[in-house]
């Protein structure tokens, strides 16, 4: 029978472990939680932001957010219809510059066809088991509807039709992503949802999650009226 002089350094390395693993699991969690989008989101009360990248820059300013960001990006997101080969489905289209999108693709994102930074305007990423459901390939178009920016006819509202190439596909391992998103060059976005040199949000990615509320905070307090913050544990209620 071990003393308890004996067993102490047995107790303490077995709890070092479970600590291990659980902050592991903590993290990985997270991870998924907050996938693509920011640990903090920036948007406005009457829609989309205009002069985003100057409103990003003011954002640097504050020490609170210089110190704990590790990414600001700009985006332009909206609800679309899939249609190719006579399958659809709904997916959700984001606008992103493809320099960000690399850079949040950098580990445990397999891409598959274009490389991302030979995107071009009027280009697709779609995600893995989207292209797959749908049953196309690269290189191949699919067509996007969308009731953002519709047109007026004298018949009633047309929603926006638009087709594009699929160049690249994504797996992230995470479904809602792979089945359900197709990431386009931002200026792509702006066009296809007639929100002109515009995004809808802000995300603000962040060295480490616990800063998450001194961020929110500091934003809140300094943003010019109009502007709302949110961040992770808000939009995942």
């Not at 600001?72 to 320099?99: F, H, K, W, Y």
């Not at 690399?102 to 991302?116: D, E, N, P, Q, V």
């Not at 934003?219 to 992770?232: A, K």
Request: overall charge negative; glycine content about 8%; cysteine-free.
């Amino acid at each position: 029978t071990l003393s308890l002089h004996d067993a102490l350094p047995i107790w303490v390395a077995t709890l070092i472990v479970v600590m291990s693993v659980m902050g592991g699991f903590h993290d990985t969690l997270l991870a998924r939680i907050v996938g693509m989008n920011g640990h903090v989101v920036v948007y406005h009360q009457d829609g989309a932001i205009a002069d985003y990248d100057f409103l990003i820059e003011q954002m640097k300013t504050g020490k609170t957010v210089k110190n704990a960001v590790s990414s600001i990006v700009p985006i332009a997101e909206g609800q679309v219809m899939v249609t190719a080969r006579g399958n659809n489905t709904g997916a959700m289209v984001r606008g992103i510059r493809m320099t960000d999108l690399a850079a949040k693709t950098t580990t445990g994102t397999r891409i598959y066809g274009k490389s991302l930074s030979d995107i071009r305007d009027g280009e697709l990423v779609a995600g893995a088991s989207l292209t797959r459901n749908l049953n196309v390939h690269m290189g191949e178009s699919v067509s996007l509807v969308s009731a953002n920016g519709a047109t007026p006819t004298a018949f009633g509202t047309m929603p926006r039709i638009m087709s594009y190439p699929v160049m690249t596909s994504f797996f992230m391992g995470m479904y809602e992503y792979d089945s359900g998103y197709i990431f386009m060059p931002l200026e792509t976005a702006q066009k296809y949802l007639n929100i002109g040199n515009a995004v809808t949000h802000i995300d603000l990615f962040l060295k480490n999650p616990d800063d998450t509320t001194a961020v929110r905070d500091a934003l809140i307090d300094t943003l010019p009226e109009g502007y709302v913050v949110r961040d992770w544990r808000d939009l995942n209620r």
